[in-house]
């Protein structure tokens, strides 16, 4: 028979375990883009969020506005617009 010392050190790794295992395993989310005014406008696929957001810049400008913002954190990147 364990001793009680034994199972409760048992219990403690347990419970630490079970909390630290979703804090870890979270998936990550994408970041929202910076400051207020940023209207989502689709996503697309490119190499880097340089290429991304110097190709849609003249869209934006075509349709009013001024800045581009594109999300690099995902394959597809989400692009917003203000």
Not at 25 to 51: L, M, N, R
Request: charged letters at 20%; proline letters at 10%; one cysteine or more.
């Amino acid at each position: 028979m364990k001793s009680w010392r034994s199972r409760i050190g048992v219990a403690l790794a347990v419970g630490a375990a079970a909390v630290t295992v979703p804090l870890t395993a979270a998936t990550a989310v994408a970041a929202p883009p910076p400051g207020d005014g940023w209207v989502p406008i689709g996503a697309e696929k490119y190499p880097s969020k340089a290429v991304c957001e110097a190709t849609e810049l003249p869209l934006a400008q075509a349709n009013g506005y001024h800045e581009v913002w594109c999300d690099d954190s995902k394959k597809i990147m989400p692009i917003f617009n203000r």
